[in-house]
């Protein structure tokens, strides 16, 4: 049997399908530009001797619809999927699932009406994936659909960390409270970390920190979150590519009233001018570590603000836990900046944190591993982040859950 991933966006569907028997991916792809006179599609593939192929086309997709219907060509033209009835389950990646998802949910009538009502809370993601989940369940009405949040794993927060201290109705009337982000991800990591410490999950805490072009950390009690760096929205907390991360709210006030901006032009500056870019003028942390080791200032003025902030969020989890058994990296910076560990960990010894700076700084070590020294009482592990695959298992365990 073979599980079927699919992360839609308001313009674009990627996609993933695994061999439930061993998890390996048999394919990934996108279908790109959705809406727009020339779309993308691509498509990597594993043959039946496990050697991986790609193509890429430029044609029209008008809807979802035909976008799904395109996938499921694809993926039988190249022989991985033989027919629909292979697939056991289809998991849809959901940004926002407010406060009624704490884990994930088959897909009916009603999970459809509860992602749609938190549209206000995630206008540019939560459209994106109903138009995906129509699509997939108009196409497939007979293979079971499973809504993956990314806000679930957070749900287990207590009001201390998810309340803003501001009126209560804002609260209760408008739902204006901290949900976190990148749930699955932090899950999957604090899975994958609790074997790695030979513990069971419940038993492990943890700081994640899953820093790609988005960035969150959180803090893990007993294998459960606690607090998340990421609020309402995922622009709090770290500093990230384009989004500044915390700021003084009394700056968007200043904004308003002395530079005339509107909501429009806040969430343009905070979203996308900020962050790396805004401070340095690049968002991608490669050019960045370039540039400041070639003596650009600016640069690494950029890395210095985003590790301070990535440390500050490291003693405040380590003072809401008390006790830490690892720390654990992820994302694309995460996984591969060894600089920024490097800053983030400095002279936090007294924490009983002791990176390893050879191994941290190794470029011949990959994948899933431990960069502390042997003394280090809190373990500093780097693991690669999987949200497909941890879609997929969920998606999976969900559908058997519901038919045993
Ligand atoms: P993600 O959003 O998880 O794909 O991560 C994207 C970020 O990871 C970008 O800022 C990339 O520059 C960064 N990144 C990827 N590989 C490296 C690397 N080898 N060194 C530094 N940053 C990297």
């Known amino acids: 049997m073979k599980v079927l991933v699919l992360n839609s966006g308001s313009s674009s569907i990627k996609y ?78 959901v940004v926002h699932g407010g406060v009624r998802f704490k884990q994930p949910a088959r897909i009916d009538d009603s999970v459809i009406e509860a992602i749609r009502e938190v549209v206000p809370l995630a206008p540019l993601h939560n459209p994106g994936h109903l138009a995906g989940i129509e699509a997939a369940c108009s196409h497939f009405p007979g293979v079971p659909s499973v809504a993956v949040f990314d806000t679930a794993f957070h749900q287990t927060m207590p009001p201390a960390a998810y309340r803003y201290a501001i009126p209560e109705a804002l609260y209760t009337e408008h739902r204006i409270r901290r949900y976190g982000f990148h749930g699955t991800s932090h899950h999957y990591v604090a899975k994958r970390a609790a074997e790695l410490l030979g513990k069971p999950l419940d038993q492990c805490n943890l700081i994640s920190l899953h820093l790609g072009n988005g960035a969150s950390a959180t803090a893990i009690r007993a294998g459960q979150c606690v607090d998340t760096s990421m609020g309402l929205t995922p622009l709090e907390g770290l500093v990230m590519g384009t989004r500044s991360g915390d700021i003084d709210p009394a700056v968007v006030i200043y904004l308003c009233k002395h530079l005339g901006l509107d909501a429009d032009g806040l969430d343009r500056l905070l979203n996308r001018q900020s962050g790396l870019l805004g401070l340095c003028g690049v968002n991608d942390m490669r050019e960045i570590d370039q540039l400041a080791a070639a003596g650009d200032e600016r640069a690494e003025l950029a890395i210095a603000i985003t590790t301070h902030r990535l440390k500050k969020y490291i003693g405040a989890y380590y003072a809401e836990l008390g006790r830490v058994d690892a720390l654990v990296f992820t994302g694309g910076i995460g996984e591969n900046a060894a600089e920024i560990r490097r800053r983030a960990c400095e002279g936090l010894e007294r924490l009983g944190i002791r990176l390893d700076t050879e191994l941290n700084a190794s470029r011949a070590q990959r994948g899933e591993r431990c960069i502390s020294l042997p003394e280090s009482e809190v373990r500093v592990l780097v693991v690669p982040t999987n949200e497909e695959l941890e879609i997929a298992q969920q998606a999976l365990r969900t559908v058997a859950d519901i038919d045993r």
């Open 16 to 93: 993933q399908l695994f061999r439930v028997q061993d998890w390996q991916a048999l394919a990934s792809g996108l279908v790109a530009r959705i809406g727009e006179p020339e779309g993308e599609v691509k498509l990597n593939w594993l043959d039946s001797d496990e050697v991986s192929h790609s193509s890429q086309e430029s044609l029209p997709i008008s809807s979802h619809e035909q976008g799904i219907d395109y996938i499921i060509r694809a993926l039988r033209d190249s022989g991985v999927l033989v027919e629909v009835g292979e697939l056991a389950a289809i998991g849809h990646r």
